[in-house]
């Protein structure tokens, strides 16, 4: 059963476990230090079809049957399936997932999306009312720069601010029982906006959510950063994570030393197109599929904080003038589970 | 605790609390026979915003405050608002939302989202995850108009099939106590598809779905449609409620004296404006949020099954010749609490 800790944190009693996880890339994502960690790479971006938002589609649905081969699972053992996307009225879940027979919970939390799937899946079972389901999300490069910023062709300049769409889908298997991770707890954030409105700076937009959810998470357990391997953001980039930790030490909390992105570990460094680092809902939910949840399989990393970030905003609405507003929801993995 | 009834459906055993409601409107809204039972209705369909989006975003907020107002609560007594809509990335709820300090779990199931809330709010609350939610759903005429067909001064024609839809949000405060109405049980949705690729008619796209989803619960808690007084889908229309009684009926089930449709109720029978009906994720949520639950306060009507349906397609996907996927999400209200 769920228990209230605080405001905004719920523990986990039962530990929902996670019982096998996946990860699918692309070129570029093939081509970077994470990937010899992924299940599936393919050289051809359109990865065989026809339009770049069915091929978003494809990724999630290779993610999910990937995980559930994984796990001895078919689709019929599986009683929710939790999934969003970034592309307009989350088609590549909708689309990528409708053959598949599960019944389908739509979440939308923009690049925070995988974290929100775990913390609502988590619950779920938990709370005895699933004990298998599937967390699954995506994003492409090319589809997200079409809808979000230009056509490809147009071959528009980038800002030195500005982060790249990870073109990969990251999805896992959730169960009742077994051998860990497990979800130990989780906080869903609440939404931040500091009145940045510069479209090509995410990670400034999303940061003071990140300060937020991660603020209420360690004042509702009693932790610190120092509990934990690891405390790792979603896809804050260079910019965002710097100013998650001017606002942390605003607070009185230092969390450097602990703390990646995800946006910083799926490309090289040296990358020079990448500027202020790596995003998209696919950023985090791939390297959690891959490389963290690698190193809690192999006791690299026991317990970590994995928090994903997702700034609000449309196209639309940046037209109109608006700011951008984040959120930031935070699960705590860790390979021991409550006694 | 939620307990699992057959494959899809789950039975809330502490019998989660409807604690108020509310619903706001726009003036074709407040012209139709349902007008009485709004909180709030604006013969200014801007809201005095400067623009279609943020008059959306305006609905949303005054229906939450609304239900807030009636239930004696404020913000900060909210553990979390389950929400969502149909503008590209949900720009209405996390616009709308985003000054309120409340937890935010985004929902994407189109047309489907009211549902969707209250059945995973209902589990939530059910689980012990929560005490005190919102829920909470919006839709608007123009800003629909123009995302997903023409712009409005393009006055376009429109075909018999398509629908009208509806200006208007509805919320409600869902409790762990109360006087009910009761969120009994909830079925989630798989994704249908039967490859009706006419974005004009989605009523037709989404009854399969509807008919799924209804024959799940029907399976699960060996009901049948004489066990309620009144089946209420979201926004299939004129088209699609005929087609779901066909598919019912082609399973031996006949639903059609106990059924009615959001879509079908908030505007008079004879305007010649809506076509085939009402639509649009304000649609089945104002509906509740003002007729059904009212008719339930005063013990008119007492066990209903509230099922929305949602068309998950894109602009963008529908360009690229897909077929329409549906999905329907059902919970059972009712006076009565599990003893």
Chains 1, 2 share one sequence.
């Not at 010899?36 to 990865?47: A, E, G, Y």
């Not at 997932?97 to 019944?103: A, E, K, T």
């Not at 990251?170 to 991770?181: A, C, F, I, S």
């Not at 510069?198 to 120092?226: I, S, Y």
Request: include cysteine; glycine fraction near 10%; hydrophobic fraction near 35%.
């Amino acid at each position: 059963m769920p228990t209230r800790l605080g405001k905004y944190t719920l523990r986990l009693d039962n530990s929902p476990n996670i019982a096998s996880f996946a990860a699918v890339g692309g070129k570029k994502e093939g081509e970077g230090p994470l990937a010899d960690f992924f299940d599936i790479l393919c050289d051809d971006t359109s990865f065989g079809e026809q339009t770049w938002e069915k091929a978003e589609s494809r990724l999630q649905k290779d993610a999910v049957n990937k995980a559930l081969d994984k796990a001895g699972l078919s689709p019929s053992d599986i009683q929710y399936i939790f999934a969003g996307d970034l592309l307009n009225q989350c088609t590549s879940s909708t689309y990528g997932l409708r053959d598949m027979g599960i019944p389908f919970v739509g979440l939308y939390g923009a690049c925070s999306t995988m974290a929100e799937s775990l913390a609502v899946s988590g619950i779920f079972v938990d709370a005895g009312a699933a004990d298998k389901t599937v967390c699954v999300t995506s994003s492409h490069f090319c589809s997200a720069e079409r809808q979000f910023r230009f056509p490809l062709e147009y071959g528009g300049q980038r800002t030195p601010t500005s982060q790249w769409t990870v073109t990969a889908a990251g999805g896992l298997v959730m169960t009742k029982d077994g051998e860990g991770p497990y979800v130990r707890q989780a906080t869903i954030g609440t939404i931040e906006d500091l009145g940045i409105k510069d479209a090509n700076n995410m990670g400034a937009a999303m940061a003071p959510a990140a300060a937020a959810t991660l603020q209420h998470f360690f004042e509702d357990t009693g932790t610190t950063p120092e509990s934990f391997d690891l405390i790792v953001t979603g896809d804050l980039g260079q910019v965002g994570s710097e100013l998650l930790y001017d606002l942390m030490r605003h607070d009185g909390v230092e969390i450097q030393k602990r703390h990646t992105d995800c946006g910083l570990l799926i490309y090289p460094p040296d990358d020079k197109d990448v500027k202020a680092g790596a995003s998209g809902c696919g950023c985090s939910a791939s390297v959690l599929c891959s490389y963290l949840l690698n190193k809690m399989g192999n006791r690299e990393l026991n317990d970590i904080l994995f928090m994903a970030t997702g700034a609000l905003m449309s196209t639309t609405s940046v037209q109109q003038g608006e700011s951008i507003p984040g959120v930031a929801h935070l699960v705590h993995l860790s390979n021991t589970k409550w006694q």
